[in-house]
């Protein structure tokens, strides 16, 4: 038996691509949710309320010092024990942009730090209100330099879908799997999957990278 064949590569591929759809809508809603939930963490950690940005901190760190694995499994597995049934698509993207906006606030909070002390003061000599100084000067100033950072988190979210196959979900390298498991043949299916999840990433990087540096042209950054 040859260790390649090509006819098991185009048997192959009908699988994979219903997995790459799974896999791709999984990554695209899942880090739509982390960027949202994600500003909204950093935003609320700046809270000059003591005890709501300390609240909000540690929930960010217990989320972020927990297995994703572990929280996917809590959330369908245990949650049902509490009377919370939740489908296995939407435990699974919600679990996912969850643990990924955790990260993601870090990454905004780097950002918004990193602003200069001079333009808040600035705003308040202006009489600028709280929420458009956020709009109008903060934020734009803290998100393009971030941009390559919340990528990153992009590509890894993409490349940690294969954890939603523990809650029955199709993604792409199950859909491998299944295919090896009927046809009593991995190699093909399986390093076809690793070709596609290695093209994704590329592609994705060099994405993020454009998108960064036409957000530091637009505002002058570099």
């Not at 709280?130 to 734009?140: E, G, H, K, S, Y």
Request: net charge neutral.
């Amino acid at each position: 038996m040859s260790i390649w064949d090509w006819s098991y590569v185009w048997e192959a591929l009908p699988y994979l691509s219903r997995g790459a759809i799974v896999t791709v809508q999984a990554t695209v809603l899942g880090f739509a949710i982390a960027l949202v939930l994600g500003l909204v963490f950093a935003l609320i950690r700046q809270s000059p309320n003591r005890y709501v940005s300390t609240a909000v901190t540690e929930i960010v760190e217990f989320i972020r010092s927990t297995p994703l694995l572990l929280q996917v499994f809590f959330v369908y597995f245990v949650g049902p024990q509490f009377g919370i049934v939740i489908p296995a698509w939407t435990a699974g993207i919600g679990v996912l942009g969850i643990h990924y906006a955790a990260y993601c606030s870090e990454v905004y909070r780097a950002g918004i730090l990193a602003v200069e002390e001079g333009q808040w003061e600035a705003c308040t000599a202006l009489n600028l209100s709280r929420q458009r100084t956020w709009r109008a000067i903060i934020l734009p100033q803290a998100i393009p330099p971030i941009v390559p950072g919340l990528g990153n988190y992009f590509v890894g979210m993409f490349k940690e879908t294969p954890i939603l196959a523990a809650i029955a979900i199709l993604e792409m390298l199950q859909q491998a799997k299944n295919f090896g498991a009927e046809h009593y043949r991995y190699t093909e299916a399986i390093i076809m999957a690793g070709f596609f999840f290695l093209v994704f990433s590329l592609v994705a990087s060099a994405t993020v990278q454009s998108i960064s540096l036409w957000l530091n042209r637009r505002y002058h950054l570099q």
